[in-house]
């Protein structure tokens, strides 16, 4: 909690859907967060807002960021807006807490990645998933070796977004939102960065429509990595078998097998792990209530808060190399722009922005865009020479 030796940190909010509001519940009742303006073009919004609260309200990012005396800014705008929303908030050197996905053109996203750096500023994509209990503990699992070496994964993300023909909103367009690729299939790809690492190649990936007239409705991948490993990723948001966004990761591993899930986990081994003692031979199940560490607002969900909170603690603890930063989001959304190339590839769909050399590149073949894959888990400088062609 801030004291007088410790003030709060001044945050403002650009974006008020339904992810900026839920955001902005959040923020405002953190103790070490003080939210001091917001920033949206639906007027009859601010206006409710100016009235009822002391925070300030803007329809103009730029004035906003001019006027208000801030440390950081949380970006909850459609994904399109991303990119220049994040490179001015990182221009006036403020930290910056943006939505998934990160960046639509991975170019772009790569020289955040370096603005970013060069300048030292805390970042974070909002993965929420690397704060649920359940994958935390995978993770855990995980460093310790305990189903051994992983040779296979799946990701499955599924829920009820888009179940009938209807005009398109921002979140269904390919270029304002990124359809279910961007926005539900992300989440299964930064999930299997977080546990594997970024895959080498994808083949096989289907993009494919079921109600929606300019997005993917469904999402289906092969991803294969540089140690021999293998994994598939499946999403779909016209699934109303599902009452809510479900996604389930199962990993197999040489000494054993982990199902994980929001709710509960399922770890099977073939022999006990000294580093583990509570787990046994044979199937072990933990549930979300044991391994959720309570937090100090509830609002969709712990994870949700969780990750305000470590963004919170990392800009107090000025941590520049946050697991879930911007080099964390560029590195799902290259892997989402290689399904994207493979995909139309594999359909035989020629756009002015595929090349065969491109589409051979997404399937794995070593060039540009696999060295700037490489480069996101290196350096600032190297993520410049691979944009600028450098060898």
Not at 68 to 96: N, Y
Not at 161 to 181: F, Q
Not at 231 to 241: F, G, K, M, T
Request: charged share 25%; aromatic share 8%; glycine share 8%.
């Amino acid at each position: 909690m801030h004291t007088p030796d410790t003030p709060p940190i001044r945050i403002a909010i650009a974006g008020l859907g339904k992810m900026g509001l839920s955001h902005q519940a959040i923020v405002g009742a953190h103790p070490d967060l003080e939210l001091v303006a917001v920033c949206d073009p639906a007027t009859w919004l601010l206006d409710i807002i100016g009235r009822y609260t002391k925070v300030a309200t803007y329809s103009d990012y730029a004035r906003m960021l001019e006027r208000e005396r801030l440390d950081a800014v949380l970006v909850a705008t459609p994904s399109r807006l991303h990119a220049r929303m994040v490179r001015a908030a990182l221009e006036h050197g403020l930290d910056v807490f943006c939505e998934k996905p990160f960046c639509l053109d991975v170019e772009e996203g790569a020289r955040l990645v370096a603005l970013a750096a060069a300048r030292g500023a805390v970042t974070q994509v909002g993965y929420h998933n690397r704060f649920l209990g359940t994958f935390e503990e995978v993770r855990r699992l995980l460093d310790v070796n305990a189903i051994g070496r992983v040779h296979h994964a799946r990701v499955d993300c599924y829920g009820p977004v888009v179940l009938r023909p209807k005009g398109a909103t921002w979140r269904s367009s390919r270029n304002e939102g990124g359809g279910c690729l961007y926005d539900y299939a992300c989440h299964g790809i930064d999930l299997l960065n977080f546990m594997v690492g970024p895959p080498t190649g994808v083949s096989g990936s289907i993009l494919s429509s079921v109600f929606s007239a300019s997005a993917d409705d469904e999402v289906y991948a092969n991803l294969s990595y540089a140690d021999g490993k293998t994994a598939q990723l499946s999403a779909n948001w016209s699934d109303d078998s599902h009452r809510k966004m479900s996604t389930t990761l199962v990993l197999w591993g040489t000494n054993g097998k982990i199902e994980a899930s929001r709710q509960e986990l399922h770890i099977h081994l073939r022999t006990p792990v000294a580093a583990r003692p509570d787990l046994a031979a044979g199937w072990n199940v933990r549930y979300t209530t044991e391994l959720t560490r309570p937090v100090w607002f509830y609002l969709r969900g712990e994870e949700y808060s969780a990750q305000i909170d470590y963004f919170a603690e990392s800009v107090r603890q000025r941590r520049v190399d946050s697991h879930c930063g911007l080099a964390a989001g560029l590195a799902t959304d290259v892997v989402a722009d290689m399904i994207r190339r493979d995909a139309a590839g594999a359909s035989g769909a020629r756009t002015d922005t595929v090349s065969g050399a491109d589409l051979a590149v997404a399937r794995g073949a070593p060039g540009r865009w696999a060295r700037l894959r490489d480069a996101i888990l290196s350096s600032p400088e190297t993520i410049m020479k691979v944009l600028k062609g450098s060898p």
